[in-house]
């Protein structure tokens, strides 16, 4: 399976440059596939940004993805509790 996420650069350095996927995750993403400024939105696989999208896209993408991990933390938790760990 592949995962692609949404991140905003925070600066860049030649092609490459520092992504905030938020929850204080970031990371060194390379970025000579597209060109970029400070402040846009990029899809980052494999530590490649492979598209732009705009902030309010991204922001649904980062929003559903949180719900998502969060939901899957609930039912480990309820899992561990039903057997008595």
Do not use: W
Request: glycine share 10%; hydrophobic share 40%.
């Amino acid at each position: 399976m592949c995962l692609a996420v949404p991140g905003k650069i925070i600066s860049l350095d030649g092609d490459n440059g520092k992504v905030d996927f938020g929850s204080g995750v970031v990371r060194e993403v390379n970025l000579a596939m597209l060109e970029v400024s400070v402040g846009e939105y990029v899809i980052v696989h494999a530590g490649f940004a492979i598209q732009k999208l705009d902030e309010k896209e991204a922001e649904e993408t980062l929003k559903t993805m949180r719900e998502f991990l969060d939901a899957a933390k609930r039912s480990v938790n309820e899992q561990s509790e039903q057997k008595g760990d």
